[in-house]
C-alpha cells in the first residue's frame, strides 16, 4: 500500500506580531499566555514545517534519538509519528522537543504521536490521546485556534469491523472539535489511490500513485466525501 501524508487543511495566516510587552495586557496575564499569543506557528512571515513519519517502531534502543536527530536534519517543527509501539499514553520531553503519544494499553502495537519543537510545544493548549489509531493536539496562533489530528489507520489485511471502526471513531473525533478550529488530519491512512479523479475532483488531488484504488482508498473517498 501506499503511504498517503494526509493534511486537509494548512492555515497560514496573520500580521506583525507585537512585542511581549505590548500583548500583556490587564493585571493577571501571565507571560507564558502572552507568549502563546504572539507564536510563530502558522504564522504569515514564518514557515511551520509538517512532515510524519511511519518509524514501524520506537520501542527499540536508540531509536528516539534517531528520530529526534532526523527532526532536527530537516527543520521539522511538528513531526507526526505512527507505528511508535509504546503501550499507554503520555507526554514527554526530549531535550528541547516535547513528544505526546496514545498507545495501545498492554501490547507494543501499532501507536501514534506528535513531536513538537520548543515554539510549537508552547503553543500546545490541550491534547487527547484517543486510542492507539489517533491522537489529537490543539495549538493556540495568532489567530485561530489549530487542532491536528494524527491518525494511523488499520492495513488493507484488517478485517472490515476494524476499519469501520477507525472511521467512526475519526468522524466522532472530527465532530467534537470546535467548529471554528483550523483542522489538519495527518499520518499514514493506508491507503491506495489511482490518479483516476473523475467524479472526485473536488475531493482529492491529481496525484494519486496507486495502479487501482483499494478498498482502504474507497473508506478513504467516502470520508472525504461527508467532510
Given at each position: 500500500?501506499?503511504?498517503y501524508n494526509l493534511v486537509f487543511e494548512?492555515?497560514?495566516?496573520?500580521?506583525?506580531?507585537?512585542?511581549?510587552?505590548?500583548?500583556?495586557?490587564?493585571?493577571?496575564?501571565?507571560?507564558?499566555?502572552?507568549?502563546?499569543?504572539?507564536?510563530?506557528?502558522?504564522?504569515?512571515?514564518?514557515?511551520?514545517?509538517?512532515?510524519?513519519?511511519?518509524?514501524?517502531?520506537?520501542?527499540?534502543?536508540?531509536?528516539?534519538?534517531?528520530?529526534?536527530?532526523?527532526?532536527?536534519?530537516?527543520?521539522?517543527?511538528?513531526?507526526?509519528?505512527?507505528?511508535?509501539?509504546?503501550?499507554?499514553?503520555?507526554?514527554?520531553?526530549?531535550?528541547?522537543?516535547?513528544?505526546?503519544?496514545?498507545?495501545?494499553?498492554?501490547?507494543?502495537?501499532?501507536?501514534?504521536?506528535?513531536?513538537?519543537?520548543?515554539?510549537?510545544?508552547?503553543?500546545?493548549?490541550?491534547?487527547?490521546?484517543?486510542?492507539?489509531?489517533?491522537?489529537?493536539?490543539?495549538?493556540?496562533?495568532?489567530?485561530?485556534?489549530?487542532?491536528?489530528?494524527?491518525?494511523?489507520?488499520?492495513?488493507?489485511?484488517?478485517?472490515?469491523?476494524?476499519?469501520?471502526?477507525?472511521?467512526?471513531?475519526?468522524?466522532?473525533?472530527?465532530?467534537?472539535?470546535?467548529?471554528?478550529?483550523?483542522?489538519?488530519?495527518?499520518?499514514?491512512?493506508?491507503?491506495?489511490?489511482?490518479?483516476?479523479?473523475?467524479?472526485?475532483?473536488?475531493?482529492?488531488g491529481p496525484h494519486g500513485i496507486g495502479?487501482?484504488?483499494?478498498?482502504?482508498?474507497?473508506?478513504?473517498?467516502?470520508?472525504?466525501?461527508?467532510?
Amino acid at each position: 500500500d501506499c503511504n498517503y501524508n494526509l493534511v486537509f487543511e494548512l492555515w497560514r495566516g496573520g500580521v506583525e506580531i507585537p512585542s511581549l510587552d505590548d500583548t500583556m495586557k490587564g493585571i493577571g496575564q501571565s507571560r507564558k499566555d502572552a507568549r502563546i499569543l504572539t507564536t510563530q506557528v502558522f504564522h504569515a512571515k514564518t514557515i511551520t514545517t509538517m512532515a510524519r513519519w511511519n518509524v514501524r517502531t520506537l520501542y527499540q534502543t536508540g531509536k528516539k534519538d534517531q528520530v529526534m536527530n532526523e527532526m532536527n536534519k530537516y527543520g521539522i517543527d511538528i513531526l507526526g509519528l505512527c507505528e511508535m509501539r509504546w503501550t499507554g499514553s503520555g507526554k514527554i520531553m526530549h531535550n528541547d522537543t516535547t513528544i505526546i503519544y496514545s498507545g495501545n494499553s498492554k501490547e507494543h502495537i501499532r501507536g501514534v504521536g506528535l513531536c513538537l519543537n520548543k515554539i510549537c510545544a508552547e503553543a500546545l493548549i490541550g491534547w487527547k490521546p484517543i486510542n492507539d489509531h489517533i491522537l489529537t493536539a490543539r495549538l493556540q496562533t495568532r489567530h485561530a485556534k489549530v487542532t491536528i489530528i494524527q491518525v494511523y489507520a488499520p492495513t488493507s489485511t484488517t478485517n472490515d469491523t476494524v476499519k469501520d471502526d477507525f472511521y467512526q471513531i475519526l468522524q466522532e473525533t472530527l465532530n467534537e472539535i470546535p467548529r471554528h478550529d483550523v483542522k489538519i488530519i495527518m499520518g499514514d491512512l493506508n491507503a491506495q489511490i489511482s490518479s483516476d479523479r473523475v467524479g472526485l475532483e473536488s475531493t482529492i488531488g491529481p496525484h494519486g500513485i496507486g495502479k487501482s484504488t483499494n478498498d482502504n482508498g474507497e473508506r478513504f473517498f467516502t470520508f472525504l466525501q461527508y467532510e
